[in-house]
Protein backbone atom coordinates (compact mmCIF):
# COMPACT_ATOMS: atom_id res chain seq x y z
CA UNK A 1 0.00 0.00 0.00
CA UNK A 2 1.48 2.97 -0.83
CA UNK A 3 1.65 6.39 1.05
CA UNK A 4 -1.58 7.82 1.11
CA UNK A 5 -0.01 11.62 2.08
CA UNK A 6 -3.13 11.88 4.31
CA UNK A 7 -2.09 14.16 7.25
CA UNK A 8 -3.89 15.40 10.65
CA UNK A 9 -8.14 14.83 10.44
CA UNK A 10 -8.19 12.94 7.55
CA UNK A 11 -5.52 10.42 8.82
CA UNK A 12 -7.10 9.83 12.03
CA UNK A 13 -10.76 9.09 10.10
CA UNK A 14 -9.43 7.25 7.80
CA UNK A 15 -7.89 4.79 10.35
CA UNK A 16 -10.78 4.91 12.28
CA UNK A 17 -12.51 3.83 9.07
CA UNK A 18 -9.95 0.40 8.27
CA UNK A 19 -10.59 -0.62 12.32
CA UNK A 20 -13.94 -0.76 11.62
CA UNK A 21 -13.59 -2.76 8.78
CA UNK A 22 -11.27 -4.96 10.55
CA UNK A 23 -13.57 -5.41 13.39
CA UNK A 24 -16.48 -5.80 10.75
CA UNK A 25 -14.35 -8.25 8.94
CA UNK A 26 -13.50 -10.45 12.61
CA UNK A 27 -16.93 -10.71 13.48
CA UNK A 28 -18.52 -11.63 10.25
CA UNK A 29 -15.72 -14.50 9.49
CA UNK A 30 -14.42 -15.50 13.27
CA UNK A 31 -16.73 -17.59 15.22
CA UNK A 32 -14.36 -16.95 18.32
CA UNK A 33 -14.23 -13.61 17.45
CA UNK A 34 -18.22 -13.32 18.08
CA UNK A 35 -18.03 -15.92 21.06
CA UNK A 36 -15.83 -13.22 22.79
CA UNK A 37 -17.51 -10.09 22.06
CA UNK A 38 -20.65 -11.56 23.71
CA UNK A 39 -18.75 -12.67 26.82
CA UNK A 40 -17.65 -8.87 26.51
CA UNK A 41 -20.77 -8.12 26.58
CA UNK A 42 -21.99 -9.62 29.46
CA UNK A 43 -18.52 -9.28 31.73
CA UNK A 44 -18.53 -5.72 31.10
CA UNK A 45 -21.64 -5.16 33.22
CA UNK A 46 -20.63 -8.12 35.37
CA UNK A 47 -17.41 -6.42 36.10
CA UNK A 48 -19.11 -3.07 37.09
CA UNK A 49 -21.01 -4.75 39.53
CA UNK A 50 -18.50 -7.39 41.04
CA UNK A 51 -15.37 -5.24 41.25
CA UNK A 52 -15.01 -3.84 44.83
CA UNK A 53 -12.75 -0.90 43.27
CA UNK A 54 -11.95 0.96 40.21
CA UNK A 55 -8.48 -1.37 39.98
CA UNK A 56 -10.77 -4.44 40.25
CA UNK A 57 -12.64 -3.51 37.17
CA UNK A 58 -10.34 -2.28 35.09
CA UNK A 59 -8.74 -5.39 35.60
CA UNK A 60 -11.68 -7.68 35.01
CA UNK A 61 -12.37 -5.69 31.68
CA UNK A 62 -9.00 -5.32 30.75
CA UNK A 63 -8.65 -8.74 30.77
CA UNK A 64 -11.54 -9.49 28.20
CA UNK A 65 -10.13 -6.84 25.38
CA UNK A 66 -6.63 -8.13 25.94
CA UNK A 67 -8.38 -11.25 24.68
CA UNK A 68 -10.40 -9.73 22.00
CA UNK A 69 -7.02 -7.94 20.82
CA UNK A 70 -5.39 -11.08 21.03
CA UNK A 71 -7.91 -12.78 19.17
CA UNK A 72 -7.88 -10.21 16.15
CA UNK A 73 -4.14 -10.80 15.95
CA UNK A 74 -4.36 -14.60 15.85
CA UNK A 75 -7.40 -13.74 13.07
CA UNK A 76 -5.36 -11.27 10.98
CA UNK A 77 -2.19 -13.95 10.80
CA UNK A 78 -4.39 -16.45 9.91
CA UNK A 79 -5.45 -14.51 6.98
CA UNK A 80 -2.36 -13.69 5.73
CA UNK A 81 -1.26 -17.29 6.30
CA UNK A 82 -4.49 -18.31 4.38
CA UNK A 83 -4.07 -16.01 1.68
CA UNK A 84 -0.23 -17.09 0.92
CA UNK A 85 -1.62 -20.25 -0.15
CA UNK A 86 -3.38 -23.42 1.03
CA UNK A 87 -0.31 -25.99 1.00
CA UNK A 88 0.72 -27.35 3.71
CA UNK A 89 4.33 -25.66 4.85
CA UNK A 90 5.99 -26.12 8.75
CA UNK A 91 5.92 -22.33 9.19
CA UNK A 92 2.26 -21.55 7.99
CA UNK A 93 1.49 -24.22 10.52
CA UNK A 94 3.90 -22.77 13.19
CA UNK A 95 2.16 -19.50 12.71
CA UNK A 96 -1.64 -21.11 13.53
CA UNK A 97 -0.51 -22.30 16.14
CA UNK A 98 1.81 -19.92 17.54
CA UNK A 99 -1.43 -17.48 17.32
CA UNK A 100 -3.63 -19.81 19.28
CA UNK A 101 -1.58 -20.42 21.81
CA UNK A 102 -1.51 -16.92 22.61
CA UNK A 103 -5.20 -17.14 22.53
CA UNK A 104 -4.70 -20.13 25.05
CA UNK A 105 -2.89 -17.28 27.24
CA UNK A 106 -5.21 -14.70 26.79
CA UNK A 107 -8.24 -16.83 27.91
CA UNK A 108 -5.62 -18.38 30.82
CA UNK A 109 -5.24 -14.62 31.70
CA UNK A 110 -8.76 -13.63 31.95
CA UNK A 111 -9.92 -17.28 34.28
CA UNK A 112 -6.72 -16.70 36.75
CA UNK A 113 -7.75 -12.52 36.93
CA UNK A 114 -11.64 -13.49 37.47
CA UNK A 115 -10.91 -16.18 39.83
CA UNK A 116 -8.95 -14.01 41.99
CA UNK A 117 -11.46 -11.32 41.73
CA UNK A 118 -14.48 -13.30 42.61
CA UNK A 119 -12.80 -15.47 45.50
Known sequence: ????????????????QYSWQGFRAAYKHEEAFRQE???MALAFPLALWLGDNGVEKALMIGSILLLLIVE???????????????????LSGRA??????????????????WGFMLS
Not at 1 to 15: H, Q
Not at 72 to 90: F, I, P, Y
Open 1 to 16: MAYSGNTGLTRIIKAA
Open 37 to 39: VWV
Open 72 to 90: LLNSAVEAVVDRTGMERHK
Open 96 to 113: KDMGSAAVTVAILNVIII
